[in-house]
């Protein structure tokens, strides 16, 4: 089973492009990651803000802002 992700991000937000492009350089197509865009529902919106890039597994959040490498390696290393 290839594991999930969801990124909560924003269009034209450089930081979101900027987590995803370094998930798929160390990860390839190994890993699936939702694109959830935080505009398209006032409770995201209000929930994440400012807030985003925000990566979650299975709902549990990793990092935001940056990609915090060792955080998705300890989850991904506890499924």
Not at 20 to 25: D, M, N, P, T
Not at 39 to 62: A, F, H, I, M
Request: contains cysteine; negative net charge.
């Amino acid at each position: 089973m290839m594991p999930s992700l969801t990124l909560y991000y924003r269009r034209d937000c450089h930081l979101c492009e900027q987590m995803l492009a370094e998930i798929h350089a160390l990860y390839d197509e190994s890993l699936e990651v939702r694109l959830v865009d935080v505009d398209s529902e006032s409770g995201l919106k209000q929930r994440y803000g400012l807030k985003v890039p925000v990566l979650t597994g299975n709902d549990q959040e990793l990092c935001h802002g940056r990609l915090d490498t060792t955080s998705l390696e300890e989850y991904l290393q506890s499924l």
